[in-house]
């Protein structure tokens, strides 16, 4: 469904779209039609022949989006309400900036002067840290810290069997299974 169809209609589709998700996440199903993406890929410098000086943008269906920030929201409130997120943990979280992260470094490495310790820093980027995270750990993780049912069902299903074109110049591949 256009997304400007969807604008135009919310009045008749707000219910429709509600009883989807809740079932959805009743039955911790997430429909296959929602899985599918087309990957449209944006030269971000360099030569425009290699692969990697591109950077992927997935285009979703509306419904699949709203039933994402559903999971989302919920998977954080667990998370928080569980205190399962380093207080350390700046990045992704609400309230949370680089900004808190400086300050709380400089406030750590000032107090281990003033006491006459020293200080290690360790920094990490980790490339494509979304691509490389292995979906069987993940899920194992999730059920040991308590995400059981049809929460943990939903989150799985997600993240299988899910399929994408690309589209390049108005031509769009055929949808192709993806890990």
Same mark, same amino acid.
């Given at each position: 469904?256009?997304?400007?169809?969807?604008?135009?209609?919310?009045?008749?589709?707000?219910?429709?779209?509600?009883? !989807?998700?809740?079932?959805?996440?009743?039955?911790? @199903?997430?429909?296959?039609?929602?899985?599918?993406?087309?990957?449209?890929? *944006?030269?971000?410098?360099?030569?425009?022949?290699?692969?990697? %000086?591109?950077?992927? @943008?997935?285009?979703?269906?509306?419904?699949?989006?709203?039933?994402?920030?559903?999971?989302?929201?919920?998977?954080?409130?667990?998370?928080?309400?569980? %205190?399962?997120?380093?207080?350390?943990?700046?990045?992704? $979280?609400?309230?949370?900036?680089?900004?808190?992260?400086?300050?709380?470094?400089?406030?750590?490495?000032?107090?281990?002067?003033? $006491?006459?310790?020293?200080?290690?820093?360790?920094?990490?980027?980790?490339?494509?840290?979304?691509?490389?995270?292995?979906?069987? !750990?993940? @899920?194992?993780?999730?059920?040991?810290?308590? *995400? $059981?049912?049809?929460?943990?069902?939903?989150?799985?299903?997600?993240?299988? %069997? $899910?399929?994408?074109?690309?589209? !390049?110049?108005?031509?769009?591949?055929?949808?192709?299974?993806?890990?």
């Amino acid at each position: 469904i256009p997304t400007a169809l969807l604008k135009k209609g919310v009045n008749i589709f707000t219910e429709p779209i509600s009883t !989807i998700c809740n079932q959805c996440i009743d039955e911790g @199903i997430f429909p296959e039609v929602l899985k599918k993406s087309i990957v449209i890929p *944006i030269h971000k410098s360099g030569d425009k022949r290699v692969v990697s %000086n591109y950077r992927p @943008i997935s285009l979703l269906s509306v419904i699949a989006k709203i039933l994402e920030k559903i999971i989302n929201r919920r998977l954080k409130h667990f998370l928080e309400a569980n %205190n399962l997120i380093s207080q350390n943990q700046f990045g992704f $979280r609400e309230k949370k900036s680089t900004d808190n992260a400086l300050t709380e470094l400089t406030s750590y490495v000032v107090e281990n002067l003033d $006491r006459g310790q020293k200080t290690l820093g360790i920094f990490l980027d980790l490339a494509k840290a979304f691509d490389t995270v292995s979906i069987p !750990i993940l @899920i194992r993780k999730l059920e040991y810290i308590g *995400i $059981r049912g049809p929460p943990l069902r939903l989150i799985t299903d997600y993240l299988s %069997n $899910r399929q994408q074109g690309v589209k !390049i110049e108005g031509y769009v591949s055929q949808q192709e299974g993806c890990q």
